[in-house]
Nanobody, 126 residues
Framework: QLQLVESGGGLVQPGGSLRLSCAASGFILNNYEIGWFRQAPGKEREDVSCINGQYGSTAYADSVKGRFTISRDNAKNTVYLQMDSLKLEDTAVYYC???????????????????WGQGTQVTVSS
């Protein structure tokens, strides 16, 4: 059974860093793309980043470009989201999602992902 489990969320001050993990089981990461999305209270779900499991090519939303870095460890079947220079507006529940690899085409469209994790809370507050 394909499963995604996020971890690494928490409370951090503005300007701080967190690293989220998305551990995948039941499938081989090499054949999939993993996306990160987030949803703040009262707001719609927002795309964050995506990585191709085979080639490691990446994509980012403009709002996080230059601050967040996505990476993967195929041996551990895990994708990471390193978040630096965090801002108050980064506060949200972060979800990872998987889809069969498509060369990052239309990666920001949440409906293109078939599998979702349960989410991990990230709170940026002073």
């Amino acid at each position: 059974q394909l499963q995604l489990v996020e971890s690494g969320g928490g409370l951090v001050q503005p300007g701080g860093s967190l690293r989220l993990s998305c551990a995948a089981s039941g499938f081989i990461l090499n054949n999939y793309e993993i996306g990160w999305f987030r949803q703040a209270p009262g707001k719609e779900r927002e795309d964050v980043s995506c990585i191709n499991g085979q080639y490691g090519s990446t994509a980012y939303a403009d709002s996080v470009k230059g601050r967040f870095t996505i990476s993967r460890d195929n041996a551990k079947n895990t994708v990471y989201l390193q978040m630096d220079s965090l801002k108050l507006e980064d506060t949200a529940v972060y979800y990872c999602a998987a889809r069969v690899r498509q060369s990052l085409r239309d990666w920001a469209r949440a409906s293109s992902y078939n599998y979702w994790g349960q989410g991990t809370q990230v709170t940026v507050s002073s």
